[in-house]
């Protein structure tokens, strides 16, 4: 971790334009660096950043925070090419009727380790939904019967444990829960950062769950084969469309780890709405970027506004989905990056669960309306899963409820009628490039494209959630920061420095160190 977190500490740099306020324990060390200060004019710098989903809205906030606390003159340019803010993060409404509920077409469920989204929500008085009071019934199809069936809570009950044992659970979560304490380390002050991903995994110890599958990883742990490829792989079907012989453990972990979660009634994209609010940044929608150029040391980005010039350019999109034109030498460090193509299906049926006869059940055998699957079956040469999961979401309105499908192909109509007896209603479609295919992997794209040239999304083949999309952004820009205003989020990284002392820096002394520290915000 310390080598990362060194990654920029350049005290040398620190002689060159300081257009924000220095902590006052460094004005009082450094005549040097005081008169630097007064010979400096206050900078004027523009930033663009593309997208405006997790990472591009958080990216602007995290900025918008530093501007706040230094006084630095950064304009924000927000550009995405779609006529809504949220990207993957948006919502629909059944019937198209804005009178009734919206219901999530992308990222639904963060959970309370992630400190962002949770803290976000607190902040800007949005409404939390926790999905515990929904107790549905869950069962894990394979294609041509259900493995396991069982109620409310789901691995705390009886039937999985006399299925697997008392330890596949138990050692499962053990390996989860280790994950988890590494990874909030993330959201301490002294989180790694880092202009490298694979220095990020190093630092939070992170190398060998993402160099492994995450059967490989589980089993290694003691977990049997069958509580991987029946359950944890009910897990990473439904967050991640991928199987437990494919997906890193990493990914596979971050499926498991679903304690307290919750999403933002009315919908998740509020978050990012608001931190674009906060921001201060002009967000352009509607407005595809079409190309990304040097100009100087700066960059011209154009689209359909022009071509304006920018110090520097956050990518907060895939870039190989972006259609954006670079240099070659640029494009060549990016690896092509296969996405899941996912097919969402919302509906609205009268029907209060699904047809027992599609489950192969008796008439009148109620099914469960939280439906999960695993390819065990399948892998013994019976028939495929002809969906990655399927869920009721409560009711819409009297006798009507809405339900989301996860599948790799279109869901016909005729599909529908068979598995809801005849009786739906409004049906919406929509195909994602949802997230990367996670095989295990000891390289990541580059963070650092070029100088003044940042990628956000380096990190999803890492881990790809909302809540990692805003943390990779505030690494991103305590990076851009670092280099062309010698500061960070929280200015501490110079502080934090070899050559400065121990635990003096204002942040430390104002803000008790406990767990409630998240670093960004309370620096
Ligand atoms: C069905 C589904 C379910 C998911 N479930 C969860 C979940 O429960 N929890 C969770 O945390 N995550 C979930 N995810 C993953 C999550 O949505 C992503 O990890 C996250 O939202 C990515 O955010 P982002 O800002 O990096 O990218 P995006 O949200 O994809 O934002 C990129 C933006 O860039 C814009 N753009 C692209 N090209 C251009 C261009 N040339 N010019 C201008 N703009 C451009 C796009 O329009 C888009 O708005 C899910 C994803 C899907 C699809
Ligand atoms: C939904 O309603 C809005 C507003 O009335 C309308 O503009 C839009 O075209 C409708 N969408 C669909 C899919 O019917
Ligand atoms: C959030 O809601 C509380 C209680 O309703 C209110 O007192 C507070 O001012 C609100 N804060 C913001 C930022 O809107
Ligand atoms: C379920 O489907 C079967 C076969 O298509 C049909 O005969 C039966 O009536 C359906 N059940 C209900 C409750 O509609
Ligand atoms: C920093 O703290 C460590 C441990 O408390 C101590 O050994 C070291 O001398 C301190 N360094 C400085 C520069 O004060």
Same mark, same amino acid.
């Not at 591009?56 to 550009?79: H, Q, T």
């Not at 107790?135 to 009886?158: A, P, V």
């Not at 499962?172 to 988890?180: K, R």
């Given at each position: 971790?310390?080598?990362?977190?060194?990654?920029?500490?350049?005290?040398?740099?620190?002689?060159?334009?300081?257009?924000?306020?220095?902590?006052?324990?460094?004005?009082?060390?450094?005549?040097?660096?005081?008169?630097?200060?007064?010979?400096?004019?206050?900078? &004027?710098?523009?930033?663009?950043?593309?997208?405006?989903?997790?990472?591009?809205?958080?990216? @602007?906030?995290?900025?918008?925070?530093?501007?706040?606390?230094?006084?630095?003159?950064?304009?924000?340019?927000?550009?995405?090419?779609?006529?809504?803010?949220?990207?993957?993060?948006?919502?629909?409404?059944?019937?198209?009727?804005?009178?009734?509920?919206?219901?999530?077409?992308? @990222?639904?469920?963060?959970?309370?380790?992630?400190?962002?989204?949770?803290?976000?929500?607190?902040?800007?008085?949005?409404?939390?939904?926790?999905?515990?009071?929904?107790?549905?019934?869950?069962?894990?199809?394979?294609?041509?019967?259900?493995?396991?069936?069982?109620?409310?809570?789901?691995?705390?009950?009886?039937?999985?444990?006399?299925?697997?044992?008392?330890?596949?659970?138990?050692?499962?979560?053990?390996?989860?829960?280790?994950?988890?304490?590494?990874?909030? %380390?993330?959201?301490?002050?002294?989180?790694?950062?880092?202009?490298?991903?694979?220095?990020?995994?190093?630092?939070?110890?992170?190398?060998?769950?993402?160099?492994?599958?995450?059967?490989?990883?589980?089993?290694?742990?003691?977990?049997?084969?069958?509580?991987?490829?029946?359950?944890?792989?009910?897990?990473?079907?439904?967050?991640?469309?991928?199987?437990?012989?494919?997906? &890193?453990?990493?990914?596979?972990?971050?499926?498991? %780890?679903?304690?307290?979660?919750?999403?933002?009634?009315?919908?998740?994209?509020?978050?990012?709405?608001?931190?674009?609010?906060?921001?201060?940044?002009?967000?352009?929608?509607?407005?595809?970027?079409?190309?990304?150029?040097?100009?100087?040391?700066? /960059?011209?980005?154009?689209?359909?506004?022009?071509?304006?010039?920018?110090?520097?350019?956050?990518? @907060?999109?895939?870039? &190989?989905?972006?259609?954006?034109?670079?240099?070659?030498?640029?494009?060549?460090?990016?690896?092509?990056?296969?996405?899941?193509?996912?097919?969402?299906?919302?509906?609205?049926?009268?029907?209060?669960?699904?047809? @027992?006869?599609?489950?192969?059940?008796?008439?009148?055998?109620?099914?469960?309306?939280?439906?999960?699957?695993?390819?065990?079956?399948?892998?013994?040469?019976?028939?495929?899963?002809?969906?990655?999961?399927?869920?009721? &979401?409560?009711?819409?309105?009297?006798?009507?409820?809405?339900?989301?499908?996860?599948?790799?192909?279109?869901?016909?109509?005729? /599909?529908?009628?068979?598995?809801?007896?005849?009786?739906?209603?409004?049906?919406?479609?929509?195909?994602?490039?949802?997230?990367?295919?996670?095989?295990?992997?000891?390289?990541?794209?580059?963070?650092?494209?070029?100088?003044?040239?940042?990628?956000?999304?380096?990190?999803?083949?890492?881990?790809?959630?909302?809540?990692?999309?805003?943390?990779?952004?505030?690494?991103?820009?305590?990076?851009?920061?670092?280099?062309?205003?010698?500061?960070?989020?929280?200015?501490?990284?110079?502080?934090?420095?070899?050559?400065?002392?121990?635990?003096?820096?204002?942040?430390?002394?104002?803000?008790?160190?406990?767990?409630?520290?998240?670093?960004?915000?309370?620096?």
């Amino acid at each position: 971790m310390k080598g990362a977190a060194l990654l920029f500490l350049v005290p040398g740099a620190l002689a060159i334009q300081l257009p924000f306020e220095i902590p006052s324990f460094f004005k009082a060390k450094s005549a040097i660096l005081q008169n630097v200060m007064e010979e400096v004019p206050t900078l &004027h710098s523009r930033v663009a950043i593309i997208g405006a989903g997790a990472g591009g809205s958080s990216a @602007a906030f995290w900025i918008g925070k530093a501007k706040e606390r230094y006084g630095l003159d950064v304009e924000i340019d927000v550009y995405d090419k779609e006529s809504y803010v949220g990207g993957r993060s948006t919502t629909v409404y059944p019937h198209n009727d804005t009178s009734l509920r919206p219901i999530e077409l992308g @990222a639904s469920i963060f959970v309370k380790a992630n400190k962002n989204m949770w803290r976000a929500s607190e902040e800007f008085n949005l409404t939390r939904r926790t999905f515990k009071d929904e107790d549905y019934e869950t069962g894990i199809w394979d294609g041509e019967q259900f493995i396991l069936t069982f109620g409310g809570s789901w691995w705390d009950t009886l039937k999985v444990l006399w299925r697997y044992g008392i330890n596949a659970p138990r050692k499962t979560q053990s390996a989860v829960n280790s994950m988890i304490d590494s990874y909030l %380390a993330l959201y301490t002050k002294d989180t790694p950062r880092w202009d490298r991903v694979e220095d990020v995994s190093t630092a939070l110890g992170f190398e060998s769950l993402v160099a492994s599958t995450t059967s490989e990883y589980l089993l290694s742990k003691g977990v049997s084969a069958n509580y991987i490829s029946e359950v944890v792989e009910a897990a990473t079907r439904v967050n991640y469309a991928q199987d437990t012989d494919a997906i &890193h453990a990493l990914e596979g972990a971050c499926s498991m %780890a679903a304690d307290n979660a919750a999403g933002i009634a009315g919908g998740n994209w509020q978050v990012f709405d608001e931190f674009l609010k906060r921001s201060g940044a002009n967000v352009y929608l509607n407005t595809p970027v079409t190309s990304i150029t040097p100009k100087g040391r700066k /960059w011209t980005v154009k689209s359909a506004r022009g071509s304006e010039t920018y110090k520097a350019v956050i990518l @907060a999109a895939p870039f &190989h989905q972006t259609a954006i034109q670079v240099p070659q030498a640029i494009q060549e460090q990016i690896p092509e990056q296969p996405y899941i193509n996912l097919h969402v299906t919302l509906l609205s049926t009268t029907a209060s669960s699904p047809n @027992a006869s599609y489950f192969g059940l008796p008439e009148g055998t109620k099914v469960p309306n939280f439906v999960l699957t695993s390819r065990a079956g399948a892998r013994k040469g019976g028939k495929e899963p002809e969906f990655n999961s399927l869920s009721y &979401h409560g009711p819409i309105r009297d006798g009507e409820w809405t339900v989301k499908i996860f599948s790799m192909q279109t869901v016909t109509d005729e /599909w529908l009628e068979k598995v809801f007896s005849g009786s739906v209603g409004w049906v919406y479609r929509k195909e994602w490039k949802a997230y990367p295919k996670l095989p295990p992997t000891t390289t990541f794209p580059p963070v650092k494209l070029d100088n003044g040239f940042y990628y956000v999304n380096s990190f999803e083949p890492f881990i790809s959630t909302m809540e990692t999309e805003t943390i990779s952004s505030r690494n991103v820009v305590d990076l851009f920061l670092n280099e062309h205003f010698q500061t960070g989020i929280c200015g501490s990284n110079i502080a934090a420095s070899p050559e400065a002392p121990n635990d003096t820096t204002p942040a430390s002394k104002a803000v008790p160190e406990d767990d409630s520290l998240i670093y960004g915000w309370d620096c």
